[in-house]
């Protein structure tokens, strides 16, 4: 069992650790695991996403850095519509996934360096780095947007994460925190693959709680793509294996202010609106670096995508909220897609699906009054 690491678009390989872009072109880097899933291999004793520590061998497990993330309900909403409820994570969001498993992997090589970690992120990621940073008792450095405000940015200090406001558009965070500066190891999650690769356990963890039967659809927001990549590669690396039979359909749901993989795979051509003012405020990438993989791999994994409209992602909040479900309204995306594409006939009440329900609700300022 391997992973393979390389360039997303000269394709050579990668080897060091700590490496988030081509060496050679500066793309960023595509990961595959090799090997095969073997459920055997589970550890069935472990109720976390570690449950399949066997399926991450650059990985010792005396180095994992858990909180206790993963392993999170399946649960049945109506008849065929279940909800994975990643808001349960330990900082409440699907991100524990990722900083569990680049945590994990990088935090001896940090700590025997002295470095400290920069990471540029508002919201969850940031809030989900800088806990598991602090319980590994690393130093991490967040870069945020000056506007930055809320229970996330609460959040995130809370964790004593040391925190950099920066002026401008969201490009110049992502720009500043990867400045070289002595004893700064930058590990950004949106370019990062080990963080991407912690995501492929949630289509793991999907199959193993449908006892290894694969739903007929998934959807899952999709702003920078860790989530939309990392649970195609979980599937994908099952059905290779034969544990699973079919590919589900994954469905990227994006909203319409943000769509630019919606747009590239309709053909259409995207702007962004001068001004993002959607209540999915986690969903901001307007120019995913990973945009192109995006592409080839939901065209491969035979995927679907859509967009909503902010009526009907408030709608699906309201609907998720009333019925217990206190979920961000960037995960009510998910929800709101699936609603439409019933509306449209291409779901049927036959169809056994999963909506991702990525964030807490209660970290939202939404629906305050
Ligand atoms: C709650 C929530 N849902 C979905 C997403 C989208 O994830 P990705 O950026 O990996 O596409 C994010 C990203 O910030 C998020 O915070
Ligand atoms: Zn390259």
């Keep these: 069992m391997s992973v393979e690491v390389k360039c997303s678009v000269c394709g050579r390989i990668s080897r060091k650790v700590l490496d988030f872009r081509c060496s050679y072109c500066r793309n960023p880097l595509d990961i595959k695991v090799l090997g095969n899933f073997d459920t055997a291999r589970i550890n069935e004793h472990n109720f976390s996403l570690w449950r399949y520590a ?86 991490a450095r967040i870069y945020v947007p000056e506007a930055v405000a809320g229970p ?47 995501i492929r356990t949630l289509a793991y963890e999907i199959a193993e709680q449908s006892d290894w039967r694969s739903p007929d659809r998934v959807y899952v927001p999709v702003s920078a793509g860790t989530l939309l990549l990392g649970v195609i590669e979980g599937f994908f690396h099952m059905f290779r294996s034969k544990v699973i039979t079919k590919m589900p359909t994954i469905v990227a749901c994006q909203t319409r202010q943000v769509s630019p993989l919606f747009n590239r795979i309709k053909n259409q051509p995207y ?74 006939g291409i779901v049927s009440s036959k169809d056994r699906v999963v909506v991702v329900l990525t964030g807490s609700g209660l970290k939202t300022t939404f629906g305050l009054h």
């Design 54 to 139: 066997r399926f991450f061998p650059y990985i010792n497990e005396a180095d994992i850095i858990t909180l206790g993330e993963g392993w999170t309900p399946l649960v049945r909403f109506s008849q065929n519509i279940f909800f994975k409820l990643e808001n349960l994570n330990p900082t409440g969001s699907f991100k524990d996934r990722g900083s569990t498993t680049l945590i994990s992997a990088l935090n001896r090589t940090v700590k025997e360096s002295g470095s400290f970690i920069a990471e540029d992120s508002s919201g969850n990621a940031g809030a989900s780095v800088a806990a598991y940073a602090g319980r590994a008792g690393l130093k």
């Design 152 to 198: 996330k940015f609460q959040q995130i200090q809370s964790y004593a994460a040391e925190v950099v406001k920066v002026p401008g558009a969201r490009s110049l965070v992502a720009e500043d925190a990867q400045k070289p500066e002595p004893g700064k190891l930058y590990i950004g999650h949106i370019l990062h693959p080990l963080f991407r690769d912690g």
């Design 271 to 344: 702007t962004p609106p001068a001004v993002l003012n959607s209540v999915a405020d986690a969903l901001v990438s307007i120019k995913p670096p990973f945009l192109e993989l995006m592409v080839k791999k939901l065209r491969e994994a035979n995927g679907d995508t859509t967009v909503t409209e902010e009526a009907e992602i408030i709608n699906s909040f309201e609907e998720l909220a009333k019925n217990g479900f206190l979920v961000e309204p960037s995960s009510a995306v998910a929800y709101a897609a699936l609603k439409k594409q019933r509306d449209e």
